[in-house]
Nanobody, 118 residues
């Protein structure tokens, strides 16, 4: 059973930076695609960034050039470096593990709050 635990959220001023971490259990982390999603109150969950098991990355248009997703398979950890933060980035950020196999379900972390405000 894969378990995901996010950390690194908090309060930051506009223009500031945060790095989120997602620590995963298990020994097969390297075969999963990993993603970061976010959800603000009253809004739909959206995909922010994704990294495949081969290292290919993709980003939502709203965060391109500001956010970077990376992974350290040896540490079973995925990161989201967030720079030039804006108030509209305020949301709960969730880590997702995707086996890219429809016969195997995804895993989700509990979420970490990011608040961008003066």
């Amino acid at each position: 059973q894969v378990q995901l635990v996010e950390s690194g959220g908090g309060l930051v001023q506009p223009g500031g930076s945060l790095r989120l971490s997602c620590a995963a259990s298990g020994s097969i982390f390297s075969i999963y695609a990993m993603g970061w999603y976010r959800q603000a109150p009253g809004k739909q969950r959206e995909l922010v960034a994704r990294i495949t098991n081969g290292g290919s990355t993709s980003y939502a248009d709203s965060v391109k050039g500001r956010f970077t997703i990376s992974r350290d398979n040896a540490k079973n950890t995925v990161y989201l470096q967030m720079n030039s933060l804006k108030p509209e980035d305020t949301a709960v950020y969730y880590c997702n593990a995707d086996p890219t196999n429809p016969r195997v379900h995804d895993y989700w972390g509990q979420g970490t709050q990011v608040t961008v405000s003066s």
